[in-house]
Nanobody
Framework: QVQLVESGGGLVQPGGSLRLSCAAS????????MRWYRQAPGKERELVAS????????NYASSVKGRFTISRDNAKNTVYLETNSLKPEDTAVYYC?????????WGQGTQVTVSS
């Protein structure tokens, strides 16, 4: 079965960095575009970044462009989200997502808290 397991979240001061990871299994990872979403308390889930199956094309939300970088390692079945220059408004649960075989799959999420 499809599994997505996020890790790497934590508490960080404004201006700090975190590297989020999502380990995938149970599907053809190397042929699947991947996405990172986030959801802050009281807000809707929003798309943060996406990457094509080969990693050649990436898209970002305007709120994170220039600060976040999505990447993937198809040999390790893992997608990453490098988050830099973090702001308090980046505080949210971050989720890995794949649309596979007509179904949407989500990980359990990893909490990122940006606070001094």
């Amino acid at each position: 079965q499809v599994q997505l397991v996020e890790s790497g979240g934590g508490l960080v001061q404004p201006g700090g960095s975190l590297r989020l990871s999502c380990a995938a299994s149970g599907f053809a990872f190397s042929r699947s575009p991947m996405r990172w979403y986030r959801q802050a308390p009281g807000k809707e889930r929003e798309l943060v970044a996406s990457i094509t199956s080969g990693g050649g094309f990436k898209n970002y939300a305007s709120s994170v462009k220039g600060r976040f970088t999505i990447s993937r390692d198809n040999a390790k079945n893992t997608v990453y989200l490098e988050t830099n220059s973090l702001k308090p408004e980046d505080t949210a649960v971050y989720y890995c997502n794949v649309l596979y075989d007509g179904n949407d799959y989500w990980g359990q999420g990893t909490q990122v808290t940006v606070s001094s």
